[in-house]
């Protein structure tokens, strides 16, 4: 045992060492662990990049999104922090953004970390209190957690439920769940405490993970759902299942549910000070719907079977619902907010920007004294879902390197008047903003 865990040691180290993790600078904050030896703890070094909302004096909450098993996943956790589009969620909510990075090697044992019993509990907390005391804000070892994992990080999160339900505001699970009953005997099996049937939780997927494609590598995480989530709502959980029609184990378009989801889900229950319990959901509001259905009805109307019937939280997040089990197309109809702080300094314009919360940031129109100038991106392209102006991953993080808000105007004068406008992904544009050329 003790040589395997020497060659994870050394195989995690040449993984940091190959891959240096964006720069994390304030507003962004970091802490690294080492691989450890020792019986119980974490076998893989792990990062956790931490970003905090501008000006936020107390925190209420920390969303955490955690990537999955492999490699490529671990690398794709790395920019997690740094996407624009979970941070407006987390703005709003004056909540931190966390992006874990295990180390785990290609084909190295994913629950090693995956499994929270194996050291990443342990882990995940000791980080709490080390960035508490990095950011200065001690509030981050008490408050409530709202969690979001991609296949194994869907086993971390679920897992997670199980060992803090006090903690935790809702949790989301892409194409994956925790193990409630052990297969290795080597822990326990999970008991589901009263506290976590009272956490919104939401189970997603694609359909070629065994809902309509019965084979191949993925075909068996609609099993390992559907058994978790029957089991869930047998107890009176408040889970739901959402199905994206057009994927497999990618993300997909899935972030245009999950983040208005979330959005409701902390709203509801994220208590106004830091220190208070969290607030239960209000019931009364619920919506229902057959599973593998696309029609919900209010929680009063609904005939089927309750125990068996998705648990979604309110009216709004029923319709999104909806729309993203047909084909994953949410309506919107609020544009994105205006760039800001754009500034021209010889050729080159330089401006910051925040994400619309619904539809996210796909990209920018530059225009030079009135006349359309130039489209960033130019070609817009993805393979994985909507394309976004950070180039969303098979993970649901942006791609490296990050995308950086700037362009070069090799024939722009002085006095020369520009405007730029954000685009979301459902085309609405933003008001411009105006910065003269000096």
């Given at each position: 045992m003790k040589s395997v865990l020497a060659l994870l040691l050394t195989a995690c180290t040449l993984v940091q060492a190959q891959v240096p993790l964006p720069e994390a600078t304030p507003p962004?904050?970091?802490v690294r662990y080492q691989p450890s030896q020792k019986a119980g703890e974490l076998v893989y070094g792990v990062s956790y990049t931490l970003w905090l909302p501008p000006e936020v004096k107390t925190l209420r909450g920390i969303i955490v999104h955690q990537h999955g098993c492999g490699e490529g996943a671990c690398k794709a956790g790395q920019t997690a922090a740094f996407d624009l589009h979970w941070q407006a969620l987390a703005k709003k909510h004056?909540?931190?953004?966390?992006?874990?990075?295990?180390?785990q090697p290609e084909?190295?044992?994913?629950?090693?970390?995956?499994?929270?019993?194996?050291?990443?509990?342990?882990?995940?907390?000791?980080?709490?209190?080390?960035?508490?005391?990095?950011?200065?804000?001690?509030?981050?070892?008490?408050?409530?957690?709202?969690?979001?994992?991609?296949s194994g990080g869907a086993t971390w999160a679920?897992?997670?439920?199980?060992?803090?339900?006090?903690?935790?505001?809702?949790?989301?699970?892409?194409?994956?769940?925790?193990?409630?009953?052990?297969?290795?005997?080597?822990?326990?099996?999970?008991?589901?405490?009263?506290?976590?049937?009272?956490?919104?939780?939401?189970?997603?997927?694609?359909?070629?993970?065994?809902?309509?494609?019965?084979?191949?590598?993925?075909?068996?995480?609609?099993?390992g759902t559907e058994k978790f989530f029957l089991t869930m709502r047998d107890k009176g959980a408040l889970i739901g299942v959402a199905v994206d029609p057009l994927t497999s184990h990618e993300c997909g378009n899935q972030r245009y549910l999950a983040i208005t989801w979330l959005n409701a889900c902390l709203s509801a229950r994220l208590p106004e000070k830091a220190g208070e319990?969290?607030?239960?959901?209000?019931?009364?509001?619920?919506?229902?719907?057959?599973?593998?259905?696309?029609?919900?009805?209010?929680?009063?109307?609904?005939?089927?079977?309750?125990?068996?019937?998705?648990?979604?939280?309110?009216?709004?997040?029923?319709?999104?619902?909806?729309?993203?089990?047909?084909?994953?197309?949410?309506p919107d109809n609020t544009p994105p907010p205006a760039p800001q702080q754009v500034q021209v300094r010889g050729q080159v314009?330089?401006?910051?920007?925040?994400?619309?919360?619904?539809?996210?940031?796909?990209?920018?129109?530059?225009?030079?004294?009135?006349?359309?100038?130039?489209?960033?991106?130019?070609?817009?392209?993805?393979?994985?879902?909507?394309?976004?102006?950070?180039?969303?991953?098979y993970s649901d993080t942006p791609s490296q390197p990050l995308e950086r808000m700037t362009y070069t105007d090799t024939t722009g004068k002085a006095g020369a008047v520009y405007q730029l406008r954000a685009m979301n992904t459902t085309g609405l544009v933003s008001q411009p903003t105006q910065a003269t050329a000096p």
């Open positions: 962004y904050h970091r004056g909540c931190a953004l966390m992006g874990p990075s295990y180390e084909k190295a044992n994913c629950s090693l970390w995956c499994d929270p019993r194996n050291g990443s509990n342990q882990t995940f907390l000791r980080a709490l209190t080390d960035l508490a005391k990095q950011t200065e804000h001690p509030e981050l070892t008490t408050v409530p957690w709202a969690l979001w994992g991609h679920g897992t997670m439920l199980m060992l803090h339900p006090e903690r935790i505001a809702a949790v989301w699970l892409r194409s994956g769940a925790p193990r409630l009953v052990s297969t290795d005997g080597q822990l326990p099996s999970l008991e589901i405490p009263a506290a976590a049937l009272t956490v919104p939780v939401m189970s997603n997927l694609g359909t070629q993970e065994g809902v309509t494609v019965k084979e191949g590598r993925f075909a068996k995480v609609w099993e319990k969290l607030q239960p959901m209000p019931l009364e509001e619920a919506w229902l719907a057959p599973l593998l259905s696309d029609r919900a009805q209010p929680l009063s109307e609904f005939k089927g079977e309750v125990n068996r019937a998705v648990w979604l939280p309110n009216a709004s997040v029923a319709k999104n619902w909806s729309a993203y089990v047909k084909d994953t197309a949410i314009i330089t401006w910051t920007a925040e994400a619309d919360l619904e539809s996210g940031l796909a990209g920018f129109i530059l225009e030079r004294d009135g006349q359309e100038l130039t489209r960033l991106p130019a070609k817009p392209t993805s393979p994985f879902g909507r394309p976004i102006f950070q180039k969303n991953n």
